[in-house]
Structures are given as C-alpha cells and as structure tokens.
C-alpha cells in the first residue's frame, strides 16, 4: 500500500513540476514581452505597478493584469452560443498545458532503487502526442468564433483554422527527418539519442549529434511553423490586434486573459518541443551519467543528483534561450498577408518540409542509420 | 524580387540581427547604469513625471498675476486683457483702489483655463506687466469645468519658473479636487 502511494506521490510530483514549469513560464511572458520590446526599441517598458512603493522592474504588471482581467466586466452577447462561448477559452488553454507533458526536463533520477523518468508522462509516441495536443488548441479559437454570432470573430476562427491546418502540415512533415535520424518516436529517446557524437569517424566525440546539427533544414522550417502554431505575429492574422478583427472579438474580462494566456503557453510549448528536438533538450555536451567526459581526455566525476540538476537547468535554459528567439522575430518582423502566409505554408513550408524528408531518406541510406 | 529575398530567410535573419543588437547594447547599458554608471542609458525615454525636458524660457504656461511690494496685484484692472482675449477666458471686475495714485485694482480677476487658448496676447496687451505666462506649469487638470476656472487669489500665489523652466511653485488644486496622497 506504500508503495502504490508513493508511485502516486512521485508520479503527481512529476505532473506538478511540468504545470508548475509551464505556468510560471507562460504568466512570466507577459512580463518577458513588455520587457523585451522595450529594451528592443530603446525603452524601458511598463515600470509602475508597484506595491509599497517597490516596483521591481515591473514585475507586477502581470499580477496587475490578472487583476484587471479578473475584476471586470465578464460580458457575454445576447445570441451567443452559451456553452460553446463558455467553453472556448478553457479549451485553448488546458490543450496548450496538456502538450507539454510528453517532454522531457531530464533524464532519468534514481532514488533509492527506483528509477524516475523525468518527464510528466512516460509516452512511446510522445512527438504525436504533443502535435495531437497543439491541433486540439485550435478548436478553442474556432469555437469561440462560431459562438460568438459575430461575423467578424467566425472570419477570425476561419483563418486560424486555415492558418493552424497549412502550419501543422508543415511542423508535421519537418519532423519527419528528425524521427528518421533518431529512429524513434519517443521524445525522450530523441533527446537521448543526440547526445552521441556526431559522425564519430570525422569529429572524434567533440561535437553531440543535436538535431540543429543533423537537420538544420527541419530546424528552419519547424520553427517557422511552430511560430504560425502559436499565432504570433508574423502569423497572427486569426487575431490581428491591431486593424482586422480576430475570433475573440466578444471575448472580455478573464476569458480574455485566457486566450492571450493560450498564445503564451503554446510558445512555451513549441520552444520545448524545438528543445526537445532540434537543441538537444536536457543534454550537457559531454555530460554522461557518470560525469563529464571532455573529448581531450579529461574526466570529472559528478554525483548523480547534481548530473539530474544540471540536465533540467540545461534543458530550462534552452526552452528560454527558444522563447527569446521567439520573441524577437515577434518584435522584429511584421504581419504577413492572409495569402502571403498560405502561400509560404503550402508552397515555401510543405514542399521545402518533403524535399527535407528525401535528402534524409537519402543521406541515411548512403552512410547507413545513425551513422 | 530577387530569388534570395523571396526565400524571406536572409531578410528576416538580417532584421533580427539588428533588434538583437539593439537589445544587447541596451541590456548592457542598463547593467552598467544598476552597477553604479550614471552616464549609461540604455533608453531614450524621459520617465516623464520625475524626469522633465528643460521648457524653453519662452514657453506659454499658466498665468500668474504680478504682485507689487505690499502682495497687492500690479493689474490696474484696464479690462486690456479681457478686451484683446480670444477666447474671451478672462473676467475682471474692477474696484477703486484705495491708493489715490493707483486708479483701479481688480476685485476679481478669472481665468477659465478651460477656454483658454494660450495665445500669449493678454501678456501683450498688458500696459502694466502685471500678467505673465512664464510658472513653467502644464499640468493643470480638473474634473469639472467649474474647476478649471482659476481665481485672483490663486493666480496670485503662483511664481516664475526657474532658469530651466521647472516650475518653483506647486500646481493650483483645482476647487472641485482634495489633496490625495503624498
């Protein structure tokens, strides 16, 4: 019987860890995006809030946000659908918490006998698990443009539609080589797959086989796509704050917050996904279970909770270093068209996505698998 | 377009690279100004109420009335002003002065600050120097338009702003507003 709770505690503890993880990141955003722009554009950036006369670079602007958000009017039109209205934000935001389970913050942790993956939910499918995930988000934003009985909000609903189907079409394919060179499915066999040297025969052990490296084609284009997934500008037509009128145009008060809190927790994702795949996720160069082992001939032995400690900074660091990118081509670049960004879905991201599969397919058949 | 634009790729990795530039240099400067340099700015922003461009000395802010020695105002009450106003903002009812030398002295003198235009002309027509527009004051808000009207007394009260423009007395409570705060 203690055993079974205790499989139960370590099991919500790993849950807990990843909502925690994700949550802080994804409300810390609206701070790291006010920041970011300012120190961008040589401003400074929202700096007021305080409490007791601390400001704390604006720290509290996200609680000030919460606040307004929760205070207010929480408006609903006369001839919406009640529940689907209702419903929608929800929606967007508990598929964009969900994708994140199936990917690793580090490897294994041993305790005593047992043997810990570190990662929310142990899945052999884990990459198709979070693409399920990620297209399930778009329901939401449709739904709230259907039930809104507002013309302009089911415009805004279609073109995410339109938007999400091109974008998942193109993350969907990119991936496709990333699995081929890894030979699995499993995010956390991909992430532990890179870190093997890369070509052994030329470089020796000195540099890891991270996917940025063996598929930099894919690297571009998923995180092209993964971009339009989260529909940020430069692919934020379905919103368009600023001149078209998006799908949560009825939207107020909290249901609000939610669906700009969805966009926040689907770039956390997509920066762990593009970690997962692309940055070696929890990987340390030359860090292995026992400790480091340099490529010159040096070892350092380091204990195995410092090795588990050091493998989910690694992977922390990445997923912000992502997030940073991210946000800079959202400051950076501006909105393409509706039809500029269909045509780089279907015609620049898909056909760019099979060339990629093919050069693969024909790399790994030459110099032989994992080579 | 040529091939290699039309790829976007060069493009948008060359603007990215000039935003992250932008961004490093300012995160530096904002470090070395937190590590004590006080000439680094990381920003061109003015963190507006605490800090304030010089105004120009020939600035057109909030009138103040010029007091003579004995805190008596120099306004002789010609109505020069109130005649030449635009805007027709200002009211003046003029008394006998009790000093046989000086004519008249204003018993009321109004400024509706919310009329007025700030076209300086009260300032010119004035014979006497006894209005100014020189306090250095901007922000003068109310929640009513009865309190944007401002009377003899307060006007009075007011002083000439400093060599830099920043304004030596405080903004005049409006009569519809209570002190808040510190």
Redesign the interface.
Known sequence: MTATLTDFGIAFARVAFVMMFILNLGGLLTWVERK?S???????GANRASILGFRIMGLFHPLADAIKMLTKEDFLPARADRFLFKLAPFVSVFFGLVAFASIPFGDTLRIGDRVIPLQAVTLNVGVLYVFAMLSLGVYGVMMAGWSSSNNFALLGGQRAAALMISAEIAIGASIMGVIMVYGSLDLMEIVRAQGAPLLPRLFGDWIPAWGLLTQPLAF?LFVTAGIAATKRIPFDMPEGESEIIGYFVEYSGMKFGMFAMADFLETVVIAGLTTSLFLGGWQVPYLHPDGFVFPWGATLHVPHGLVALLQVGAFSLKVVVMIF?MM??R???PRFRYDQAMR?GWLGLFPLSILNIVLTGLVLLLVGPRA | MKLLQRF??RE?LS??G???A??FR??RL?AARALGRKDAH????I?YPEERRPYSPRLRSLHRLVRREDGSPRCVACMMCETVCPARCIYIVADEHPNPEIEKIPARFDIDLGKCVFCGFCVEACPEDAIRMDTGILEFSSYSRGGMIYTKEALLSLEPAGADGVPTSPVPIPADRRVVGP
Do not use: P
């Open positions: 970011q300012a120190i961008m554009q040589d401003r400074i571009v990118i800079l081509v400051w950076t670049l780089l | 976007y790729l948008v603007g990215l000039l935003t992250a932008h961004f300012n995160m904002h990381g920003a061109v922003t963190q």
